[in-house]
């Protein structure tokens, strides 16, 4: 937790004038990576004369925040991680508006979200003496900065990383996180979507990934055979053979023909797989099933499969190709892509589908948490298989500037 008081760390960052936004991250970016979050709390306190200032994470399934500790201390501060759901601050997260409430002496706790294009990093934490509408609109701006300089240090340290487990990680689970993207969220005009993987006790081998290039979504959801390190490094192979022909400019057809060749080639193991082109203009969906779940569609209400054709899994050696098949999204859809994780053995106990229907007006994230939940109380927090989904909500193409002029 970081005090009132000032650490010499501090002093070369915030000396003189009060720092305006563009100076603030200036001065982030001067520290080393591992305290220029220390800076947003020194700017505050020089500012505001803000208290108890705190940056809470949220931890890597989802489920608890973890306290940031002061630069120079050894991992967190020593409390205990809080659980989020039911909390305050997971009404914050949820809601992603800052709450304003009297800490009991005189002063305003300040809780705010710490967001980066949809993806919920945590909460800043702060007690001010005096909270006005400016006051609060800064903080919010503080925040917001918050999320891009721990987004940029991330790239230069394990803090963050260290930050967000709140167990131990084994070899097969550091591999299996090292392979997912670095953000289980992302927003923009066209589409919102989100993912989640809770890993079995023995890793199972899921990933997701997903990117966007110039007017392409790319998604996928894989799962491969077999458990524990094997399982992780045959997805290690699965994924990388499938960014290498992304980056190339493979469509999905040609990325699971690399994929296929790839576990041939390096490999006995097998995989299931789906993978997505979205346009973001039009809307339509070209896609490879590889042996994969259907994919669920909610439309107006009605959550129903889609029923694709099914190739065979990558891996299978077998004289018979892919195909490529599309689907046309409409303005409102929500695609749920599945491993058989959420489906299988305990996992079936779960009625996804009434949870689909009840969360459907609830952002991706939080649909995703309360599905990933209801599996895991299905299978009373004991998974044999990991459980992985993603969401993608559809809000229509757009066209591009010049073409509205």
Same mark, same amino acid.
């Given at each position: 937790?970081?005090?009132?008081?000032?650490?010499?760390?501090?002093?070369?960052?915030?000396?003189?004038?009060?720092?305006?936004?563009?100076?603030?991250?200036?001065?982030?970016?001067?520290?080393?990576?591992?305290?220029?979050?220390?800076?947003?709390?020194?700017?505050?306190?020089?500012?505001?004369?803000a208290e108890r200032v705190s940056f809470l994470f949220v931890d890597l399934i989802g489920q608890r925040l973890v306290r940031l500790a002061a630069a120079g201390a050894d991992g967190t501060d020593g409390a205990e991680p809080i659980e989020l759901q039911g909390s305050?601050? &997971?009404? %914050? !997260? =949820?809601?992603? *508006?800052?709450?304003?409430?009297?800490?009991?002496?005189?002063?305003?706790?300040v809780i705010t979200p710490v967001t980066n294009r949809g993806?919920?990093?945590?909460v800043l934490e702060v007690t001010l003496q005096c909270a006005d &509408?400016? %006051? !609060? =609109?800064?903080? *919010?701006?503080?925040?917001?900065?918050?999320?891009?300089?721990?987004?940029t240090d991330g790239r230069f340290t394990d803090l963050y990383h260290l930050g967000r487990r709140t167990t131990k990680t084994s070899?097969?689970?550091?591999?299996q996180h090292q392979l997912l993207p670095s953000a289980p969220c992302c927003e923009a005009v066209q589409f919102t979507l989100a993912a989640g993987l809770v890993p079995a006790d023995d890793i199972g081998g899921d990933t997701y990934d997903y990117t966007l290039d110039g007017d392409t979504l790319h998604l996928s959801i894989t799962d491969a055979m077999g458990h524990d390190t094997n399982s992780a490094l045959l997805a290690t192979l699965l994924v990388g053979a499938l960014r290498q022909a992304r980056r190339s400019g493979c469509d999905a057809l040609k990325q699971a023909d690399h994929a296929h060749q790839a576990l041939l080639s390096h490999s006995r193991g097998l995989?299931?797989?789906?993978?997505?082109?979205?346009?973001?203009?039009?809307?339509?969906?070209?896609?490879v099933n590889a042996g994969h779940p259907w994919p669920l569609r909610l439309r107006e209400g009605t959550v129903e499969e889609v029923k694709l054709a099914v190739n065979l899994p990558f891996g299978v050696a077998a004289p018979s190709s892919y195909r490529l098949q599309q689907l046309q999204l409409r303005p409102g859809d929500r695609l749920i892509l599945l491993t058989d994780g959420m489906l299988e053995r305990g996992a079936a106990a779960a009625d996804l589908t009434s949870v689909m229907h009840d969360t459907r007006e609830l952002h991706p994230r939080e649909a995703v948490r309360a599905l990933t939940a209801a599996v895991l109380d299905a299978c009373h927090g004991s998974l044999r298989d990991d459980a992985t989904v993603l969401i993608l909500d559809w809000h229509g193409g757009q066209r591009r500037p010049a073409e509205q002029a």
């Open positions: 937790m970081w005090g009132r008081s000032c650490g010499s760390r501090w002093e070369v960052a915030v000396e003189g004038a009060d720092l305006e936004l563009g100076e603030l991250l200036a001065a982030a970016e001067a520290a080393p990576p591992g305290e220029s979050v220390d800076v947003v709390a020194r700017d505050l306190q020089k500012r505001f004369g305050l601050y &997971d009404s %914050v !997260l =949820r809601s992603q *508006r800052q709450h304003v409430e009297p800490d009991g002496q005189g002063g305003r706790r993806d919920c990093l945590g &509408d400016t %006051v !609060l =609109r800064q903080v *919010r701006d503080a925040a917001h900065a918050l999320a891009y300089i721990i987004v070899l097969a689970a550091e591999i995989a299931t797989g789906q993978l997505l082109c979205v346009d973001l203009e039009t809307g339509l969906c070209e896609l």
